[in-house]
């Protein structure tokens, strides 16, 4: 199938980007970056915006760096950015090792980190990394702009706290500090699927447990971090998602196992 007739807008600046969706976000102006999950959506038309806003040419929007105890990645930057560490230390090896598992190259060479998370899939690496780490998601409207803690930020399957018309900027994440370790591990049924669960678990002066794609949100659950039995603390806590194919039940034995190897490669 095709698209249904759109607008397209390609604004040059943040400014001109916001002021695009405070005017046509009431119509359903949807915002486009790497639109790997838009497009096809589009084609099918499950989703028929009126208005296109392509924010590609924003190179404002393309910021990766370190600075001030974060690391601060712009809405235009790509998964692949990741491939090798950007920074030295934890986070960068953390980072390097979780987009491993993100889809295949071709997707990771055009989606982007934080549409990952304005995406808001219960399946989402990165909305697993930044509710465990403890995320700051930056929203810009014409209003201005405002920081969002990842706790906050995720209220269920393709749902954040992003008003209509913000556009999200910038994602923080908490720099790690040196001699951090951490476990990450992901089940799917095959290399580059949709996860059925994945745990990460960071562990320097306390440890940090988060399960995704098990639940509507991703999320840190602290109840589990001081526990001896940690995963199976995790997975009763856990409310499973459930479809035809991967019960309630099972989703939480895969949590179980999910954050018990995490551990084990903390080890």
């Not at 924010?55 to 393309?62: D, K, Q, V």
């Not at 591990?185 to 447990?209: C, H, N, P, Q």
């Not at 039995?229 to 099972?250: C, F, G, K, N, Q």
Request: a neutral charge; aromatic letters at 6%.
């Amino acid at each position: 199938m095709k698209p249904a007739p759109f607008t397209y807008h390609a604004p040059r600046s943040v400014d001109e980007a916001v002021d695009l969706l405070h005017q046509y976000s009431g119509e359903d102006g949807r915002v486009l970056a790497g639109g790997q999950s838009l497009v096809p959506a589009m084609a099918l038309r499950l989703a028929t915006p009126p208005h296109l806003i392509d924010i590609n040419e924003i190179a404002a929007l393309r910021l990766l760096r370190a600075e001030n105890g974060w690391l601060r990645i712009g809405a235009l930057v790509r998964h692949s950015a990741f491939e090798r560490p950007v920074l030295d230390g934890p986070l960068g090896e953390l980072l390097a090792s979780v987009v491993r598992h993100i889809a295949h190259h071709p997707i990771r060479t055009r989606g982007t980190f934080c549409g990952s998370l304005a995406h808001a899939d219960p399946a989402s690496e990165w909305c697993l990394v930044s509710a465990t780490l403890g995320a700051e998601l930056v929203a810009r409207s014409v209003r201005g702009t405002r920081t969002i803690a990842a706790s906050d930020f995720f209220r269920g399957a393709m749902s954040t706290a992003l008003e209509p018309d913000e556009l999200l900027v910038e994602a923080r994440l908490p720099l790690l500090p040196k001699g951090t370790r951490f476990g990450f591990y992901e089940f799917s049924r095959r290399a580059g699927d949709f996860a059925i669960a994945m745990a990460l678990v960071v562990r320097g002066k306390e440890t940090w447990i988060g399960v995704g794609g098990a639940e509507a949100s991703p999320r840190r659950i602290r109840e589990a971090e001081a526990a001896a039995d940690a995963a199976e603390v995790a997975a009763r806590l856990i409310t499973p998602l459930s479809d035809p194919h991967y019960s309630a039940a099972y989703r939480r034995d895969v949590v179980c196992a999910a954050v018990r190897r995490a551990l084990e490669q903390c080890n």
